[in-house]
């Protein structure tokens, strides 16, 4: 097995039980202790988790990768319900999260799509339809949202015009909007937003009611949000006064 593999499989492993040991890892992996220890001193030196006596566990913010597994049957819905908003020849932004890297998964019936993104899981499942023309938007990147943001990011969203930008977020209410826990996504999010015609949250219900440490766009700036249907009531409500709401 590639040092690669292994590095997946522990990822993987992480984002299914919330912690590994060491030597269940060694037992699945046929391969040492010290190999192991070796690969979770990478990992936590990565940012991924954290080293715990025998084995390792998350970070207090947990990487997008032991994310991508959270409420995946809604992220799923989410995601094709914003792919069919979607047309031949459209012109579309992609901000990072689990859900938005889920979109591209579902335009492979798509034409001439032009898509801008700043996401790196977007790239990896959009790279192989050939149908679809990706603009990376180069930027400092950030391993915990596998994104690029910063001064080169914002200024090349800033030369492209979209019909329409699909925001990720860590959490969004009405009192607080939409909230991330990294400051530069927040302003790669912002700027996005200025260079579209609409703007539509993708976010499970999950997200609903949580807060990040940084708010940066208020409800009722964004066109409307796509969530599943475990959504509350009483939010239901709140957020129909302020957006549209598509549950799905």
Not at 58 to 83: F, G, H, M, T, W
Not at 127 to 153: D, H, K, M, Q, Y
Not at 194 to 205: I, K, N, V
Request: with cysteine; aromatic share 4%.
């Amino acid at each position: 097995m590639s040092r690669a593999e292994r590095t997946s499989h522990i990822l993987n492993r992480l984002a299914a039980d919330g912690e590994v040991s060491v030597s269940a890892l060694a037992e699945d992996l046929g391969v040492s202790l010290v190999t192991i220890r070796t690969t979770l001193k990478d990992l936590e030196d990565a940012g991924y988790l954290v080293r715990t006596h025998g084995g390792a566990r998350p970070v207090a913010y947990r990487n997008i990768r032991l994310r991508q597994s959270d409420c995946l049957e809604q992220k799923e819905r989410i995601a094709r319900a914003a792919a069919d908003m979607i047309h031949d020849d459209d012109r579309i932004m992609i901000e990072a999260g689990t859900t938005c890297a889920l979109l591209v998964k579902y335009l492979a019936a798509k034409r001439g799509l032009q898509i801008v993104t700043n996401s790196m899981l977007v790239f990896a499942n959009a790279r192989s339809n050939p149908n679809l023309n990706i603009t990376l938007t180069g930027g400092r990147f950030r391993a915990e949202s596998e994104s690029l943001v910063g001064p080169v990011a914002e200024r090349a969203i800033n030369d492209f015009n979209a019909r329409i930008v699909f925001l990720g977020t860590d959490g969004y209410s009405v009192d607080r909007g939409l909230t991330t826990q990294l400051v530069e996504g927040g302003q790669v999010a912002t700027v996005m937003r200025r260079r579209a015609e609409e703007t539509w949250l993708l976010a499970d219900s999950s997200k609903c009611g949580r807060a990040g440490f940084v708010s940066f766009m208020g409800v009722e700036d964004v066109t409307g949000i796509i969530t599943d249907d475990q959504i509350p009531e009483e939010s239901i409500t709140e957020l129909t006064e302020r957006t549209r709401l598509r549950i799905v």
